[in-house]
C-alpha cells in the first residue's frame, strides 16, 4: 500500500507563491509518473503537471512559466512550486502517483488534497 500526502497549500495573494509538496510513504519499488491535479468548485478534475521516472515533465498550457514540478532528492516527494498565482488558480490540488511495487505490478494512488485559494 502507498500512501501520497501533500502539504503546502494555503491562501495567498494574486501574484504570490506557494510550493505544494507530495510525499509517499508505504511499500514500494518506485514511483513511475507523479501528477499533480486541481480541481474547483464545479469542475472537473484537471491535470496541472506530470513528471516521469526519467524526469520528462509536462503541464497544462495555462501553467507553463509560472509552475514547476519536481522531485526531492529524496525521490518520493515532488513538488509543484507555483508563481505568480491568480485567483481562477484556486482549487483543491491533488497528487496522484503511479507506484511500481514489484515487477510487472503497478498501481495508481492519490492523496487526500490541499486547498489552494488565491484571493485579495
Known amino acids: 500500500q502507498v500512501q501520497l500526502v501533500e502539504s503546502g497549500g494555503g491562501l495567498v495573494q494574486p501574484g504570490g507563491s506557494l510550493r505544494l509538496s507530495c510525499a509517499a510513504s508505504?511499500?514500494?519499488?518506485?514511483?513511475?509518473?507523479v501528477g499533480w491535479y486541481r480541481q474547483a468548485p464545479g469542475k472537473q478534475r484537471e491535470l496541472v503537471a506530470r513528471?516521469?521516472?526519467?524526469?520528462?515533465?509536462n503541464y497544462l498550457d495555462s501553467m507553463k512559466g509560472r509552475f514547476t514540478i519536481f522531485r526531492g532528492n529524496a525521490k518520493n516527494t515532488v513538488y509543484l512550486q507555483m508563481n505568480s498565482l491568480k485567483p481562477e488558480d484556486t482549487a483543491v490540488y491533488y497528487c496522484?502517483?503511479?507506484?511500481?511495487?514489484?515487477?510487472?505490478?503497478?498501481?495508481?494512488?492519490w492523496g487526500q488534497g490541499t486547498q489552494v485559494t488565491v484571493s485579495s
Open positions: 496522484n502517483a503511479d507506484a511500481l511495487l514489484r515487477a510487472g505490478e503497478s498501481y495508481d494512488y
Open positions: 513528471i516521469t521516472s526519467g524526469g520528462s515533465t
Open positions: 508505504g511499500s514500494f519499488f518506485r514511483l513511475n509518473a
